[in-house]
């Protein structure tokens, strides 16, 4: 999934570097030491490339913040949550009681 988010996010040069790296989406979204320059050096993109690294620190403060939403990857934006989607399946009187 982090090759398919680097693709989403326009670094499919850059997404099979990943692999063998030992960063998952658990360490970008959850480690609190993750940042920026880790991933970057993962990806072996020099310090210099500056827009480059601008980009992805921003793309990974979005991809946090969509995790601390519990929203969905944009790969799925029309999804919703997994709170939501479970309630769809529920009757209306027992929606309430669902806690995520």
């Not at 690294?53 to 913040?65: D, G, N």
Request: hydrophobic share 40%; proline share 3%; aromatic share 4%.
């Amino acid at each position: 999934r982090c090759a398919e988010w680097l693709i989403s996010i326009d670094l499919k040069e850059h997404a099979n570097k990943l692999s063998y790296s030992g960063i998952h989406g658990a360490v970008i979204t959850h480690d609190k030491e993750f940042n920026v320059d880790v991933l970057a050096s993962a990806l072996l993109i020099p310090v210099q490339r500056k827009v480059l690294r601008r980009h992805m620190e921003q793309e990974i403060a979005v991809l946090k913040a969509e995790v601390v939403d519990g929203r969905r990857l944009r790969a799925n934006p029309n999804q919703g949550s997994l709170k939501t989607a479970c309630q769809e399946h529920l009757p209306t009187d027992q929606r309430h009681r669902i806690t995520v």
